[in-house]
């Protein structure tokens, strides 16, 4: 059964609607400042509305799992797809901030169901020795779309001002629902699915496999501290040695680039090799960049470790992801991948408040090395516990949940 998989077979239903909400994601991204700032906000409010949507996806995560669960995918997305063009509609008019907050806090849990269901999708979907590239896959694609998403909405700001973009998330949210509609997930024998499995309170969930979550888990918090510090620290240090906004830039899309390049290497390596040689090296490429960055004075140095961090970032495309659908029950996987991805968005949401605290007590400077440093540890950690969990330790039955077999994720 296993050999029936194809990831080209599943290339629509698995990546076309998650792509596509990335367009108008990446679309919105960069306006959402600029809109608050259109309806009056000071700098420092508009500020604090770009972080709404992920505090609300933070929120919403196991919430999200537990509605995939309740739902199945196919019609999960749909759903987030319609509420997420309903929410960008209402931001595309309001008019005024607080009807404008409201809609941004709304795009959040549709990006958690996007994620969650395609990923429990492809846990069950792909075998062990393709899984990984399924999910690296999914993370390219999403990566992808989300550097379209400001090409395409460059035109449309143009014409109708910065909260014009949110037209372009109108329009993606309602074809990423329509094609999510029309899709049917097949499972590797061909059979749908979309079948609401045997349910587990989330609660019961993380108490049978807290061991993973604060083992692995753990080092996954690492990994998203170290992979958004870096979007935090990089511009402020280039600030602090005189180099100039479009300066910066142009060295973030540079590394966007490499990372964009690396998603289908990076699962190859997992496959082939193990997850261990993918994991490791990204909190050592990134945690060491980090810790260099002070010693640089010129844009040159801030670029050439701003793209090693886009190397670093670019192979660990997909990584959480497959480290969390190898540690995926069979019962409950929702849920249990809604607090995988409670546990990255800690370390990715808080990537701002340490570098913030550190550099407030300090510099900037020592700020870096200190998240630096917290990768390095956090490579060591993950170097010592996912060989433990490594699936390719183990035979899984055959059949489409085998690599999801209750067993497969390691020791309770």
């Known amino acids: 059964m296993a050999q029936d998989f194809s990831l080209r077979r599943i290339a629509v239903p698995a990546f076309g609607p998650s792509a596509i909400w990335a367009v108008g994601a990446g679309a919105v991204l960069p306006v959402v400042a600029l809109s608050a700032r259109d309806l009056g906000a000071s700098v420092g409010l508009a500020a604090l509305f770009v972080g709404l949507s992920t505090l609300s996806e ?44 409201l809609a941004v806090v709304l795009t959040g849990p549709s990006g958690a169901v996007f994620l969650l269901a395609r990923q429990s999708y492809l846990t069950a979907a792909a075998p062990v020795h393709l899984r990984a590239r399924a999910m690296s896959t999914l993370g390219g694609v ?33 074809l990423a629902a329509a094609l999510a ?3 049917r997930d097949l499972g590797p024998a061909g059979h749908p699915t979309d079948v609401p499995p045997e349910r587990l309170r989330v609660t ?33 240090w280039a600030e602090h040695i005189g180099l100039s906004p479009a300066q910066t830039s142009l060295v973030f899309a540079a590394a966007a680039l490499v990372e964009v390049v690396l998603f289908w ?45 886009g190397v670093g970032n670019g192979l ?80 899984p039955p055959p059949g489409p949940a085998g690599p999801s077999a209750p067993g497969v994720a390691g020791p309770p």
């Open 316 to 395: 660990g495309s997909g990584i959480v992801m497959t480290l969390g659908a190898d540690a995926a029950p069979a019962v409950g996987r929702a849920p249990f991948l809604g607090l995988w991805r409670l546990v990255s968005l800690v370390g990715h949401n808080g990537a701002s408040l340490v570098v913030g605290a550190v550099a407030a007590l300090t510099t900037i400077g020592a700020a870096s090395v200190s998240v630096g440093v917290l990768a390095l540890a956090g490579g060591a950690w993950l170097w010592r516990w996912l060989p433990e969990y490594d699936p390719r330790r183990r035979t």
């Open 204 to 236: 019961e969930v993380a108490r049978r496999h807290r061991r993973v979550l604060l083992t692995v888990g753990l080092g996954v918090l690492g990994l998203g501290l170290a992979r958004s510090a870096r979007v935090v620290v990089v511009p402020l």
């Open 58 to 101: 933070f929120v919403s995560a196991v919430p999200a799992g537990v509605l995939v669960e309740r739902l199945g995918e196919r019609r999960a997305l749909v759903l987030a797809g319609a509420a997420d063009a309903a929410a960008c509609l209402v931001a595309l008019v309001a008019p005024n901030l607080w009807v404008l907050g």
């Open 142 to 174: 999403t990566r992808a779309g989300m550097f379209l998403g400001p090409l395409v909405g460059a035109p449309v700001i143009a014409y109708g001002g910065p909260q014009a973009a949110f037209g372009v998330a109108v329009v993606a949210g309602a």
């Open 265 to 309: 290497p990076a699962g190859t390596v997992m496959d082939r090799h193990g997850r261990v040689w993918v994991a490791v090296p990204v909190a050592v490429t990134i945690g060491l960049a980090l810790v260099l960055l002070p010693l640089t004075t010129t844009v040159v140095g801030v670029a050439a470790l701003t793209l090693l961090m």
């Open 181 to 183: 509609g029309r899709a």
